[in-house]
């Protein structure tokens, strides 16, 4: 038995601190997984101040980068971290072998029936007794990466620069990166375990020494009164991000096993709870399950501040911004008005990745066929495709709700007003009911959750996705490409995400 518990530990990561594991009562992958997150923000510093682009060149960043990373990954995952060499190597070969006209498609069908055979093999194989340890979930991560490259790549070198829309164009790659720019970008050290996901262009530039060349356009530059010679500093932010990451910790720690989402399913809740009683736990069950993905992502986004990553220029106060890869905005999850605008703020750098991939791509039903991707990128657990199916036909309500009852609420603040409550109040229950199977998992309690419910919400968006007419997509285009500061005002009257904004333009 000790034999077995060895060759366990050397596949699933280090045993360094099973004391800490014990001490704090966390499964071991977990503690490894934030031991090695706070020694790469600690990374990230030195990373910064010591192999600053002016001190070295972009080889030794790249190579430390690497290097750094696939070391966190081994420690975390043990042998298992060789999948990702493995993907990311494959990949490449298909890119160099297969030409720029066909790559994209080819490493996006191999890189995620990669992803996927590794997410059955772990849920219906390993996970069973021998194996805990997700490392599939960084593996998430280098599948976006390896089909944003292909797809990028194609856009730079294989189509003609008319036929490419502005976003497009701003992240095309013209020309191939080498091998270690490749392992670089799918495996560096700020990165590798929770994202988030960014684009080659940018991660490139960051290495370089300028990242803002291929972004900065005339608009933007007669925008700024004064040229700013130094480079901002991000540690006020890196702070700032540290703290709401550790609160956002402590707030999961304390809260999560009040509102067990699993009590959603029990008979005698169903049975002796009146239904108002029901939404309410089912809407605090829900919300106390957030806060976890606000630490990682939080403390990821932290990270790669840190190393200098993630300036994106400045605010029209003159202040540096570092959100060019922000994975979510809590504020504007929390008050979220619409199905639309929660999804825009959750997940960002997914949501960019579904939006770049396929819903831009896909000539018919891209609602579906981005909602049917992310179901498959996520996972094998059917639960996962509950989710993202019961998310089509809510999205399509939700949508065909604004755009017939919202004009009506426009006329007066107080009417706005009122209306802004009543579509908060729907969106997070609508949001609640759709993500339960996501946690839950199993087809079986995902059911009996809708049943309890009486399937209500999938048959109240049904019909109204049916009964409310909504503009085809080409047409919206066209109206919101006349109107587009009256488009970017109403869906994001307090961001200044552009790409947020391009984002929406294309919804």
């Not at 297969?98 to 996927?116: D, F, I, P, Q, W």
């Not at 609420?409 to 009417?415: C, E, G, I, M, W």
């Not at 409550?421 to 949001?431: D, H, L, N, P, Y």
Request: hydrophobic residues 40%.
């Amino acid at each position: 038995m000790a034999d077995e518990g060895s060759a366990s530990t050397a596949c699933t990561g280090s045993s360094l601190l099973q004391p800490v594991s014990e001490i704090t009562n966390l499964p071991l992958d977990q503690v490894n997984f934030v031991v090695c997150q706070l020694c790469a923000l600690l990374s990230a510093f030195w990373f910064r101040l010591f192999l600053h682009p002016s001190k070295t060149s972009p080889f030794i960043r790249h190579v430390v980068a690497t290097l750094l990373g696939i070391y966190f990954a081994l420690f975390c995952f043990g042998w298992y971290a060789l999948h990702f060499l493995v993907q990311s190597g494959l990949t490449y070969g298909i890119m160099i072998l297969t030409g720029v006209e066909h790559m994209h498609k080819y490493c996006l069908v191999v890189a995620l029936s990669y992803l996927s055979l590794c997410q059955i093999t772990r849920v219906y194989v390993f996970d069973y007794g021998m194996y805990t340890a997700d490392f599939t979930g960084p593996m998430m991560v280098i599948t976006q990466k390896i089909t944003s490259i292909a797809f990028e790549i194609h856009d730079g070198m294989a189509r003609k620069e008319e036929h490419l829309t502005p976003g497009q164009k701003i992240l095309a790659i013209r020309r191939m990166p080498s091998l270690l720019e490749y392992f670089s970008y799918n495996c560096n050290f700020m990165g590798i375990l929770a994202g988030p996901t960014c684009s080659y262009n940018d991660y490139i530039a960051f290495i370089e020494g300028d990242p803002r060349r291929h972004r900065d356009q005339e608009a933007d530059r007669k925008s700024h009164s004064k040229l700013r010679q130094s480079e901002p500093s991000p540690n006020m932010e890196v702070v700032r991000k540290v703290a709401t990451s550790f609160f956002c910790l402590i707030v999961f720690l304390s809260v999560c096993k009040v509102f067990p989402v699993e009590r959603n399913i029990d008979d005698d809740f169903i049975a002796n709870t009146p239904f108002y009683g029901q939404v309410v736990y089912l809407y605090l069950s829900m919300v106390t399950t957030r806060p976890k993905y606000y630490f990682v992502w939080t403390l990821a986004d932290a990270i790669n501040n840190a190393a200098g990553f993630g300036f994106n220029g400045y605010d029209i106060n003159g202040s540096p911004r570092w959100d060019l890869i922000s994975n979510l905005r809590i504020l504007n999850i929390e008050f979220a008005t619409s199905f639309k605008v929660f999804l825009d703020n959750w997940n960002i750098q997914t949501a960019h990745w579904l939006k770049r991939v396929c819903y831009e791509r896909c000539p018919y039903h891209p609602t579906a066929a981005t909602f049917i991707l992310s179901a498959m990128w996520h996972g094998a657990y059917p639960g996962y495709y509950l989710t993202f199916l019961t998310g089509i036909v809510v999205t399509l309500a939700a949508r065909a709700v604004r755009h017939n009852v919202r004009p009506h609420f426009l006329h007066s603040p107080t009417h706005k007003l009122v209306y802004d409550i009543i579509t908060w109040a729907a969106t997070q229950i609508a949001i609640c009911y759709t993500v339960v199977p996501f946690v839950l998992l199993s087809i079986g309690p995902s059911m009996k959750f809708y049943r309890s419910w009486y399937f209500s919400l999938h048959i109240g968006c049904v019909l109204l996705a049916v009964a409310l007419p909504v503009k085809p997509r080409h047409l919206r285009l066209k109206d919101q490409q006349k109107n587009p500061l009256q488009e970017q005002v109403q869906h994001h009257p307090g961001t200044k995400d552009t790409d947020c904004i391009l984002k929406e333009k294309t919804s």
